[in-house]
């Protein structure tokens, strides 16, 4: 078997399947946190719990992750919190208005949207890649975050940096032929799709539910979320 055949493998029969084991993963994932239900409110609300839920996304969205400040634990996290923020700002960029990702959600969605130039690309590419680089270092090299890694750790951080490194290469035509290149992202990308429903990496979907919780339980209490 051949690049040219083994990039048609990779963008054919391979992504469909590994799309379809994640969209499968992710609903059944997505139907056993909804059947947990929620609580019935027995308390009188001292606060609106809608304005608490929007103070939580936009705290959330917008102000911890680059006014690191605001929250005590940049005390103790300090490398943790600026890469690990830089890096999620970096792949959302990345994901959401890099110029073959746009074409991608178009072909999905039926619409799309303008891209990012491309030395804005290249550069949030970068910042992402170096991040993912300083917290591995981190966690090799801080006593307590090296006791807590576990394998699963290392395997998020790899099928995570994979699909990274080798989309700034084929972005970048470095080092590789096209197909070579390619197929290696779209083998990544479609390891990554298959673990994403099986690991900690779906948090993404779980982070709009803990928000919205969070913060109308705060808002309820007329607390800041």
């Known amino acids: 078997m051949n690049w040219t055949e083994i990039m048609n493998f990779s963008r054919g029969p391979l992504l469909q399947v590994s799309m379809m084991i994640f969209i499968v993963g992710m609903t059944y994932r997505l139907v056993r ?4 239900g929620w609580e019935r409110d027995r308390v009188k609300n001292k606060g609106s719990k809608l304005w608490g839920v929007i103070l939580n996304y936009l705290k959330g969205l917008l102000v911890l992750p680059f006014i690191p400040w605001v929250r005590r634990t940049f005390r103790n996290n300090e490398l943790t919190f600026i890469a690990g923020g830089l890096f999620h700002l970096s792949l959302f960029l990345i994901l959401a208005f890099g110029t073959a990702h746009v074409l991608v959600w178009k ?6 949207w303008k891209s990012l130039p491309t030395p804005v690309l290249a550069f949030f590419s970068s ?3 170096i991040s993912m680089i300083v917290l591995l270092i981190n966690r090799l090299t801080h006593p307590v975050l090296k006791l807590l890694t576990k394998l699963p750790v290392w395997i998020n951080w790899l099928l995570v940096f994979l699909p990274m490194i080798t989309g700034f290469i084929m972005a970048r035509h470095l080092w590789f032929r096209y197909e070579v290149i390619f197929s290696l992202h779209l083998i990544s990308v479609s390891l990554l799709l298959i673990w994403i429903p099986l690991s900690r990496v779906s948090h993404f979907l779980f982070y709009f539910f803990s928000k919205t919780i969070h ?3 705060a808002g309820k209490r007329a607390v800041m979320p």
Do not use: E
Request: glycine share 24%; proline share 0%.
């Open 33 to 36: 946190v909804i059947l947990l």
């Open 107 to 112: 072909s999905l969605c039926g619409f799309g």
């Open 127 to 129: 910042v992402g890649i």
């Open 215 to 217: 913060g109308a339980q």
